[in-house]
Nanobody, 118 residues
Framework: QVQLEESGGGLVQPGGSLRLSCAAS????????MAWYRQAPGKQRELVAV???????DYAVSVKARFTISRDNAKNTMYLQMNSLKPEDTAVYYC????????????WGLGTQVTVSS
């Protein structure tokens, strides 16, 4: 059974930091591309950051230079270090795992709430 479990969300003041984790089980983690998405109330889910199986990364323009995505294949875990948080970063953050072979397999976590407010 595949599970992606996000943790580390919470309430933080503007300018603060949070570190999200996504622990994966039931998949061969190292071969999956991993990503963080977020969805704010009334908005569509958007891609925040992605890290490939080879370690290449990419970011949404809105979070570049503030957020850092990383992965630890030995721990089957992905991370998102979020610094200089802004109120507009408030959203539910979701973990996504994707593998593309003959077909594409995608899994989602249930999300963790991040609220940036004074």
């Amino acid at each position: 059974q595949v599970q992606l479990e996000e943790s580390g969300g919470g309430l933080v003041q503007p300018g603060g930091s949070l570190r999200l984790s996504c622990a994966a089980s039931g998949i061969r983690f190292s071969i999956y591309s991993m990503a963080w998405y977020r969805q704010a109330p009334g908005k569509q889910r958007e891609l925040v950051a992605v890290i490939t199986s080879g370690g290449s990364t990419d970011y949404a323009v809105s979070v570049k230079a503030r957020f850092t995505i990383s992965r630890d294949n030995a721990k089957n875990t992905m991370y998102l270090q979020m610094n200089s948080l802004k109120p507009e970063d408030t959203a539910v953050y979701y973990c996504n795992a994707v593998y593309t072979g003959y077909s594409t397999t995608s899994y989602w976590g249930l999300g963790t709430q991040v609220t940036v407010s004074s």
